[in-house]
């Protein structure tokens, strides 16, 4: 069984902190947490009319693939009461995606977002 090294950046703006808190207990039942980034306030985009997002990144192993992963990290997200009916860049209570899978990034955000490259450059020094 192979075991992946995986980077996912997190974010919440809806009761940010028990909402990551809860995802952190759920995850570490799934997969070897290695470390969780600091989390950094920043502004919304695309729609501003909204508080402030808290974000950041937790690198981990497991022995999942990458799609079986996404699959894992959509449940855990509808289970904290993500609501897939609201705008793409709305309030959402966590939304979590993989970032760095095996040493390569693999989701076009991290070049354009500076707190994304701030908290994956975290997690990825040991």
Known sequence: MT????IIGIGSNINAEAN???MLKMLEKEV????????LKTKPIG??????FTNGAIKFKTD????????RLRRIEDQLGR???LPKFGPRTIDLDIVVWNGEIVD???????????????????
Do not use: C, M
């Open 32 to 39: 070897k947490i290695l470390k969780v980034s600091s989390l």
């Open 83 to 85: 609501d897939r009916s």
């Open 64 to 71: 999942l693939g990458k799609d079986a992963l996404k699959k």
């Open 3 to 6: 075991e992946n090294t995986v």
């Open 108 to 126: 076009k955000d991290y070049f354009t977002r500076d707190f994304l490259q701030k908290s994956v450059k975290e997690v990825s020094s040991s």
């Open 47 to 52: 729609i501003e009319n909204q508080p402030d």
């Open 20 to 22: 990551i808190a809860q």
